[in-house]
T-cell receptor
Framework: GAVVSQHPSWVICKSGTSVKIECRSLDFQATTMFWYRQFPKKSLMLMATSNEGSKATYEQGVEKDKFLINHASLTLSTLTVTSAHPEDSSFYIC???????????????FGPGTRLTVL | SQELEQSPQSLIVQEGKNLTINCTSSKTLYGLYWYKQKYGEGLIFLMMLQKGGEEKSHEKITAKLDEKKQQSSLHITASQPSHAGIYLCGASYRAGTASKLTFGTGTRLQVTL
């Protein structure tokens, strides 16, 4: 299957700083990427849909000014957590769709995740 | 309320035993996906079901989707320690190239020796 990478795999930062997480599709072009957040022992919650060349679509309750998403190329989407606070500590996972695949059109390939800890 | 419910939330089985995980949707699915996740890692795709009544198997794992396309089960035969992890069902509710997945609550599986 297609490979999606995330960088960094983990990051520790001080409260008030900003952190950027990268999501890359390594062997395919992804017009759509998704950003999820996972709390300990909880399921994945979709934060936003990242579309190449256009603004991201945020889910209800997700602050777009807090979680900045940029999908500048067909292989890279970034999530920037601005002015991070301890409550932003979580496991962030991205996924990417390979648009030329046949059914299932909705198949998403997931990155390995980034663990963010805000002190 | 949660759109996609999984049961049980956690499961401890002895190696060699069979087990079943259920995923129930509050509305008709377009597609149902099963993923496995090891703690602190990404998701590994297991299987996808789209047709009512469909059943798929891979190695010792079998997934089924009911005729009404609102309920799916994942059955593991003769469980092994390598099966341990978190199992997540994900649902799409419409066709289209950008439709998003809604995930279930997850089932944490432990396999004891």
């Amino acid at each position: 299957g297609a490979v999606v990478s995330q960088h960094p795999s983990w990051v520790i930062c001080k409260s008030g700083t900003s952190v950027k997480i990268e999501c890359r599709s390594l062997d395919f072009q992804a017009t759509t990427m998704f950003w999820y957040r996972q709390f300990p022992k909880k399921s994945l919650m979709l934060m936003a849909t990242s579309n190449e060349g256009s603004k991201a679509t945020y889910e209800q309750g997700v602050e777009k000014d807090k979680f900045l998403i940029n999908h500048a190329s067909l292989t890279l989407s970034t999530l920037t957590v601005t002015s991070a606070h301890p409550e932003d500590s979580s496991f962030y996972i991205c996924s990417a769709r390979e648009p030329t695949s046949g059914w299932p059109y909705n198949e998403q390939f997931f990155g390995p995740g980034t663990r963010l800890t805000v002190l | 309320s949660q759109e996609l419910e999984q049961s049980p939330q956690s499961l401890i089985v002895q190696e060699g035993k069979n087990l079943t995980i259920n995923c129930t949707s509050s509305k008709t699915l377009y597609g149902l996906y099963w993923y496995k996740q090891k703690y602190g890692e990404g998701l590994i795709f297991l299987m996808m079901l789209q047709k009512g009544g469909e059943e798929k198997s891979h190695e010792k794992i079998t997934a089924k989707l009911d005729e009404k396309k609102q309920q799916s089960s994942l059955h593991i035969t003769a469980s092994q320690p390598s099966h341990a992890g978190i199992y997540l069902c994900g649902a799409s509710y419409r066709a289209g190239t950008a439709s998003k997945l809604t995930f279930g609550t997850g089932t944490r599986l432990q396999v004891t020796l």
